[in-house]
């Protein structure tokens, strides 16, 4: 929430408004006086890395009451507020809309009660309302992510890999209970982040039996040798008859049957508290950013009027869109009502993100042997090989996990190849299974070893193939070159598929790589400590070097999750002037109450201004003024434990690639040979904006700098003016992006409720993919 502060704030004094703090929600909107504040640029420094939110909420039940509104209204008219930006669920958003909705015969009432005159009721006759959503719960419809959703998820996986390593020594079933009282989706996704053997959630009911299955399905995972049973519990769960099933039930169920040493672990407000992550101070990964959703509210209301519906600013892949309020709030409604009528199906696809995962879920986690009877390639004797290529980072594992359980249940042979295509050269390949990749979600790096790719003769990699048994089908991380050699070898004419995996995100084809995610929260974590280590001492201003080769994600969005005042790119050209500029800046902003400065430089910006010229110029100009520290991060942005986007975006995307393997099999299988040499038959899976599609990698040569190993063409490029704005710079910023996709979704969620429970052909084309 305070990301979402601190961009309205800032934002909103660029553009020339004045700017309130409404400190303890809507009863600090009653009760007026000093809970209404004015704000400066400088009382929202330092925020960003705090948990909570430092101007306070309160549920207020004096604003539920036409009277508290009217004294609200009061308070809001006396200081000339006319514009109100509300963070919270959907409660709240519906609070605001029936304050607005009020507001003009509000206005009558207070002038008819003499509270104020007629001229201030004419210069405040209409009140314009944006909202973003505040959430863990992730319960709003119409918004791909909520705020605080990935922040909560962030808390409950650290909670269960803290458990994980003692559960497994003493051969323990847990059994986690996450918050989610009408909401599944902490649930759902924790336990495809955590490789769960079981989860409840209230949208979903188990069918009747499901204690016989549960038990069997322990006992059966507990004889294959695993150490460690994982259940996943919403606090909402219920069975089909609306009964709550709670971890306590579920305890004295498996110790009943099983004997099993369980325990429950009730994580409670756990979730809520914490250092924001990354994503939640920006919503990277699939998002755009808080900054600008920030951005996103005060330009809504700069842009309303009286005929304006009250908007939601909400999240579509990576962009921040605008949609009616009150059809959001509406839909989320029928959610609820939905479960309240045991209409479990509708309920599903009213949440509309819910579809996708559950499928994941039951594909890598619940299914294995059952799912197998049903395979449309069962026992297809067909080799499929993953390999990883280049730099090790967090995802990874995840998606090689998903990747080879969804082969098995294909039907596929797995096999699994070591130390890259070095490895393939060498005849490192083995069998790999179902319990072969157990617990591989939350492991960093590459468990399959990694190497980079040394140019190795496509001879090596021919020899290797015609030792299989049958032809095979490779899913890889890299190699556009085993692509090229089809001219010359037959047996490269399989179906591949190319999962972008690199902190670097210099992948074409894919808005997001697999890994980018975890370095980061890994970098934005750092900042916080290195700025953090500055508290109470003299001003300073900190050079901190991050990776990425020649490509600046990390940097920019690093430096947007950290609030840097600067950060040098390779794709967005710097000279001596724009340095000059720069350190004049933190000059200035030092003379004010602000004593810290932060500037980010992707390793490979330019060749002349290194990180050690940028910390000499800035300590030379700064003299007197500010003293500096370096720091280059390294290789620490490609370790550590994977973060839940990681290991969730790995899952899918290992799933899918498999998919679509088994898919291109059928197409190319003629008369007991697989022959595939069309373009489309080597892809790049990627993820752009809202969608996970597969782009030809002949296509991606146009889009790519194949001498600095990036794209030709980046969407977070536009991101770069609002991190300077919110810096405090003088410079134009262009929304215009958003427009398109504003009315893209606007026709989407502006159906009306009863039709939102029939899949549109829009919706069940995403549903497939």
């Not at 972008?500 to 997001?512: C, E, L, M, Q, R």
């Not at 995610?517 to 201003?541: F, M």
Request: some cysteine; hydrophobic content about 40%; aromatic content about 6%.
């Amino acid at each position: 929430m305070n990301a979402a502060v601190r961009a309205t704030v800032r934002v909103g004094i660029y553009t020339g408004a004045k700017v309130y703090f409404v400190h303890e929600g809507y009863q600090g909107l009653v009760d007026g006086g000093d809970n209404i504040k004015l704000a400066t640029w400088e009382s929202v420094s330092m925020m960003l890395q705090l948990g909570g939110t430092v101007i306070g909420s309160a549920r207020c039940m004096d604003f539920r009451a036409r009277e508290g509104r009217m004294k609200a209204a009061l308070n809001l008219v006396k200081l000339g507020i006319t514009n109100l930006c509300v963070i919270g669920g959907d409660g709240s958003l519906t609070g605001a809309n029936q304050f607005r909705k009020e507001w003009a015969t509000l206005l009558v009432d207070l002038v008819k009660s003499g509270k104020i005159t007629d001229d201030e009721a004419r210069k405040s006759s209409h009140l314009n309302i944006v909202g973003m959503v505040g959430s863990i719960d992730n319960d709003f419809c119409g918004t791909d992510m909520t705020i605080g959703t990935d922040s909560a998820l962030h808390r409950i996986i650290e909670v269960v890999d803290a458990i994980t390593t003692t559960a497994q020594s003493h051969q323990r079933t847990f059994i986690l209970e996450v918050m989610g009282r009408h909401c599944g989706y902490l649930a759902l996704v924790t336990a495809l982040a955590c490789g769960a053997d079981w989860v409840f959630i209230p949208e979903m009911p188990p069918d009747e039996g499901w204690e016989g299955h549960l038990c069997r399905r322990l006992a059966d995972q507990r004889a294959r040798g695993s150490r460690l049973n994982v259940i996943i519990v919403a606090e909402g769960a219920m069975d089909r008859g609306g009964n709550p099933i709670s971890s306590e039930d579920i305890k004295k169920l498996v110790e009943k049957n099983l004997g099993f040493d369980t325990r429950t672990t009730v994580l409670g407000h756990v979730q809520r508290g914490g250092t924001p992550s990354a994503f939640d101070r920006i919503l990277v990964g699939i998002s755009l950013c808080l900054c600008a959703m920030g951005v996103e509210a005060v330009m809504a209301l700069l842009e309303a009027t009286p005929e304006t519906p009250a908007c939601v600013v909400s999240l579509s892949g990576n962009q921040a869109v605008r949609l009616p309020l009150m059809e959001c709030v509406q839909v989320t409604k029928d959610v609820t009502t939905a479960m309240a009528e045991k209409r479990w199906e509708d309920a599903i696809k009213l949440r509309g993100n819910f579809i996708k995962l559950v499928k994941t879920l039951a594909l890598t986690e619940m299914c294995h042997r059952s799912l197998l009877v049903t395979s449309p390639l069962l026992q297809s004797n067909i080799n499929v090989a993953i390999v990883n290529i280049g730099a090790p980072c967090a995802g990874m594992n995840a998606a090689v996990r998903s990747a080879v359980r969804i082969g098995i249940i294909q039907g596929h042979n797995m096999l699994a190849v070591h130390d890259g295509f070095e490895g393939l050269a060498q005849g490192k390949i083995e069998p790999i299974t179902w319990t072969g990749v157990s617990g591989w979600t939350g492991k960093g790096g590459s468990e399959l070893g990694t190497k980079r790719y040394s140019n190795r003769p496509l001879l090596l990699l021919r020899m290797i193939i015609r030792m299989q048994d049958e032809y095979s089908a490779i899913a890889y991380m890299g190699g556009l070159e085993l692509v090229q050699g089809r001219d010359k070898y037959e047996e490269l004419c399989i179906p591949m598929v190319v999962i972008p995996a690199t902190v670097s995100n210099n992948v074409p084809g894919s808005d997001f790589s697999i890994g980018a995610d975890t370095a980061l929260n890994t970098i934005t974590s750092t900042c916080d400590r290195i700025k953090q280590s500055a508290a109470g001492t003299k001003r300073r201003v900190f050079i901190i070097e991050t990776a990425g080769g020649y490509c600046g994600y990390l940097a920019t969005m690093a430096g947007l999750a950290a609030g840097a005042d600067a950060a040098y790119i390779y794709e967005d050209k710097f000279g001596i002037r724009d340095l000059e500029m720069n350190v004049e800046h933190l000059v200035q902003k030092m003379k004010t109450d602000v004593k810290r400065g932060l500037i980010l430089r992707n390793e490979n910006c330019n060749a002349n201004y290194t990180t050690d010229f940028i910390f000499a110029l800035y300590s030379e100009e700064g003299k007197g003024i500010f003293d500096c520290r370096k720091n280059v991060l390294g290789h620490m942005q490609q370790g550590g434990t994977p973060t839940p986007f990681d290991r969730n975006f790995g899952t899918k995307m290992g799933s899918k690639a498999v998919l679509w393997i088994t898919e291109k099999l059928k197409e190319v299988y003629r008369h007991g040979r697989i022959f595939a040499n069309t373009p489309d038959s080597a892809c790049v899976l990627g993820m752009k904006k809202r969608a996970l599609t597969f782009q030809p990698l002949a296509e991606l040569k146009e889009q790519t700098d194949f001498e600095h190993r990036i794209p030709k063409t980046s969407w977070w490029l536009k991101l770069r003016p609002i991190m300077k704005i919110l810096a405090k710079y003088n410079i134009s910023l262009d929304t215009s992006e958003h427009a398109h996709m504003e009315h893209v979704i606007k026709k989407r969620v502006s159906m009306p409720a009863p039709l939102m429970k029939k899949a549109s052909p829009a919706t069940k084309h995403e549903e497939e993919e």
